[in-house]
C-alpha cells in the first residue's frame, strides 16, 4: 500500500514559481512510476508530467520547458518545480504512483494523493 500526500499549492502572479512536493510511503516508492496531474472546474483530469524509477521523464506540452519534475528516492519524495506559471495552470494538482513504468492515462494509477490546489492569477 501506497499513501501519498501533496503540499506546496498556493496562490501566485503569472509568470510566477511554485514547487510541488508529494510525500510518499510504502517501500515500493522507489521502483515505482510517480506522476503528477490536474484538474481545472470542469473539466478532465489530465496528465502534467511522470518520472519513472530510472528517472526518465514525460511531459505535457503544454507544461514542456516551463515544469521540471524529479524525485529523491531517499526521502521518498517526488517534486515538480513550475515556472512561468499562466493563469490556465490554475487546477488541483494531483500526484499519482504505480508500480510499473509511467503512463499518461490516469486510469493506470493506482494511488492518488488528495490534491493541492493552485491558483494563478492575471
Known amino acids: 500500500q501506497v499513501q501519498l500526500v501533496e503540499s506546496g499549492g498556493g496562490l501566485v502572479q503569472a509568470g510566477g514559481s511554485l514547487r510541488l512536493s508529494c510525500a510518499a510511503s510504502?517501500?515500493?516508492?522507489?521502483?515505482?512510476?510517480m506522476a503528477w496531474f490536474r484538474q481545472a472546474p470542469g473539466q478532465e483530469r489530465e496528465f502534467v508530467s511522470l518520472?519513472?524509477?530510472?528517472?526518465?521523464?514525460t511531459y505535457a506540452d503544454s507544461v514542456k520547458g516551463r515544469f521540471t519534475i524529479s524525485r529523491d528516492n531517499a526521502k521518498n519524495t517526488v517534486y515538480l518545480q513550475m515556472n512561468s506559471l499562466k493563469s490556465e495552470d490554475t487546477a488541483v494538482y494531483y500526484c499519482?504512483?504505480?508500480?510499473?513504468?509511467?503512463?499518461?492515462?490516469?486510469?493506470?494509477?493506482?494511488?492518488w494523493g488528495p490534491g493541492t490546489q493552485v491558483t494563478v492569477s492575471s
Open positions: 518520472i519513472n524509477w530510472n528517472t526518465g521523464t
Open positions: 499519482a504512483a504505480r508500480p510499473a513504468y509511467g503512463t499518461r492515462w490516469p486510469s493506470a494509477y493506482e494511488y
Open positions: 510504502g517501500r515500493t516508492f522507489s521502483t515505482s512510476a
